[in-house]
């Protein structure tokens, strides 16, 4: 298989979310994307995310399964968590046909450098407003009370 990404980088982001929010946010972008093909893509126990998931557009592979079989290809790739090697990452893209979005949670932050800088750019981040992470939350409360405090 080619090493170019086809992936587009207006189509290719990362939703950050608390561990405890994932399912949710998962079950919130398989909705949305419902008339896609979806490849969820793994680092951990597939059978813990294949039961938060059905559908017959819906497919659910570790890394491993993903390298040894390059007919896996989905419109949508999905990656549950952060590959501990970053070049799993680059096959993870490799296989999305048009779209491929990352759930980020404190636990993958520390893996998401190596990934861009195989990349060779930063992946942009969009926060969708009901998956927030707590500290983005405490952070944006904190700077409209400073700015409160500064207009009075």
Same mark, same amino acid.
């Given at each position: 298989?080619?090493?170019?990404?086809?992936?587009?980088?207006?189509?290719?982001?990362?939703?950050?979310?608390?561990?405890?929010?994932?399912?949710?946010?998962?079950?919130?972008?398989?909705?949305?994307? $419902?008339?896609?093909?979806?490849?969820?893509?793994?680092?951990?126990?597939?059978?813990?995310?294949?039961?938060?998931?059905?559908?017959?557009?819906?497919?659910?592979?570790?890394?491993a399964a993903l390298a040894d079989d390059s007919a896996l290809t989905a419109e949508l790739v999905i990656s549950y968590d952060l590959p501990?090697?970053?070049?799993?990452?680059?096959?993870?893209?490799?296989?999305?046909?048009?779209?491929?979005?990352?759930?980020?949670?404190?636990?993958?932050?520390?893996?998401?450098?190596?990934?861009?800088?195989?990349?060779?750019?930063?992946?942009?981040?969009?926060?969708?407003?009901?998956?927030?992470? $707590?500290?983005?939350?405490?952070?944006?409360?904190?700077?409209?009370?400073?700015?409160?405090?500064?207009?009075?």
């Open positions: 298989m080619s090493s170019t990404i086809t992936v587009k980088r207006h189509n290719h982001r990362i939703h950050p979310c608390d561990t405890e929010r994932k399912a949710q946010l998962l079950e919130f972008l398989i909705t949305q994307n $419902a008339d896609k093909s979806i490849l969820i893509v793994t680092a951990n126990d597939t059978d813990a995310v294949q039961s938060m998931v059905s559908g017959e557009n819906i497919s659910v592979v570790s890394d501990a090697v970053a070049a799993d990452y680059q096959t993870r893209l490799q296989r999305a046909k048009t779209h491929a979005l990352t759930l980020l949670d404190a636990n993958d932050q520390k893996l998401l450098y190596p990934i861009e800088t195989l990349l060779g750019r930063t992946i942009m981040q969009e926060l969708l407003e009901a998956f927030k992470p $707590a500290g983005v939350i405490a952070a944006e409360k904190e700077a409209e009370r400073a700015r409160l405090e500064k207009e009075a």
